[in-house]
């Protein structure tokens, strides 16, 4: 039997995941709904995850970042020289620069949301179009699954559209790696023989939460939390 409160708990430190992982991106939520490039800036953050150091991450998503916001518009990057120039700033990674990339061509086929990447997911959540949004990015090159489900379980507790999303949409709203699938094993939502399998893994979670009245969002939000900084919140609790 899972408990509920275990649960519940994970579950608190998915608000804790938005009040400081999300924060700035709440802070500024005006101008991300209104300039594309701020939109693209939100997304690619997300997308610079891809199973690597988190340190590494970063440092590779900050000088991309850096270089994006000198162009001032998302119609004034000029794609021809752009991986050139991501490399000259130091992003080293060719996935990264190819990434980039593509999620600039993407946005520029969003002409009904005024190539705002961000709205548009909005407006598909709010839809209930969750799955036509994820197979999109899904596409995108060095996307898949984990980034596409991370960016927009992030639109959603952002936007707090939690409840237009239907239960067998839930999945795409999960992104599942390690730390998400040892909280959820410690907890006996999944078993060992689940690990690896994402699909079976999001399915046990997504039912697990529902059983107990917890939002399957803010679980998954919380778990990572739990994971990725289990020394920094004991130590809080201290």
Known sequence: MIEQRKLKSVEQYGRQYVQEYLAKARETCDTITTDPLAALAFMCGKFFARGRRDSVSTVFRDKALELLDTYKSLENIDLGDLDVRLH????????DRRMVVASIRFARTLQANDCNVFNWAAAAIREQRAAEAYSALDNIFAVGDKLATFYLRDVALLEGTEEAIESDDYRYFQPVDTWVERVAESLGIVEKRDRHKRWTVKDKIIKACLAADV????????????????????????
């Open 88 to 95: 000259e700033r130091g992003v080293n990674n060719r996935y």
């Open 215 to 238: 939002s399957p969002l803010f679980f998954n939000a919380g778990a990572w939390m739990v994971g990725a900084n289990a020394y920094r919140l004991l130590v809080e609790k201290l």
